[in-house]
């Protein structure tokens, strides 16, 4: 029987190795959320150290820079900060954010609003994505 996959953004058993005198690494394997997996090491001068050093990098990993967004964020939020923030900016023309703005409405909402940041993976993006290019060729 396979082994079951792991959650996303979670990690797995922690290896505790000594390096040399005074130098241990800590070394695990993430789940990322974008569902890939990372191979994440830390050192300290105790095995301790080195395993709480790569709790905390894990922990960084996890949460987001700004603040605003967490994994357990719902996904149409979080397009509604983006849509508002780039409004805002004006950093995209207008004609392409209305574009922008009618396939998230249409397609992507539809397909991922309810789905929490941290549940958004690669194969359900791909299924959005191969409906965006269906809608271009249309």
Same mark, same amino acid.
Request: glycine share 8%.
């Given at each position: 029987?396979?082994?079951?996959?792991? +959650?996303?953004?979670?990690?797995? =058993?922690? @290896?505790?190795?000594?390096?040399?005198?005074? =130098?241990?690494? $800590?070394? %695990?394997? *993430?789940?990322?959320?974008?569902?890939? *997996?990372?191979?994440?090491?830390?050192?300290? +001068? %105790?095995?301790?150290?080195?395993?709480? $050093?790569?709790?905390?990098?894990?922990?960084?990993?996890?949460?987001?820079?700004?603040?605003?967004?967490?994994?357990?964020?719902?996904?149409?939020?979080? @397009?509604?900060?983006?849509? @508002?923030?780039?409004?805002? $900016?004006?950093?995209?023309? +207008?004609?392409?954010?209305?574009? *922008?703005?009618?396939?998230?409405?249409?397609?992507?909402? +539809? @397909?991922?609003?309810?789905?929490?940041?941290?549940?958004? $993976?690669?194969?359900?993006?791909? =299924?959005?994505?191969?409906?965006?290019?269906?809608?271009?060729?249309?």
């Amino acid at each position: 029987m396979p082994r079951p996959v792991q +959650p996303l953004g979670t990690f797995g =058993v922690i @290896a505790v190795k000594k390096l040399r005198p005074g =130098v241990h690494i $800590a070394t %695990t394997r *993430y789940r990322d959320f974008d569902g890939g *997996y990372r191979h994440v090491k830390k050192t300290g +001068p %105790t095995p301790k150290q080195a395993e709480n $050093a790569l709790k905390q990098a894990i922990t960084e990993l996890t949460e987001q820079q700004d603040g605003d967004l967490t994994r357990q964020t719902p996904f149409r939020e979080a @397009a509604e900060i983006w849509r @508002a923030e780039e409004r805002e $900016a004006g950093r995209i023309a +207008p004609q392409t954010m209305d574009r *922008y703005e009618t396939d998230l409405d249409s397609i992507v909402l +539809p @397909a991922l609003g309810e789905l929490r940041l941290g549940c958004v $993976a690669k194969p359900r993006l791909g =299924v959005v994505r191969g409906a965006l290019v269906l809608c271009r060729v249309m």
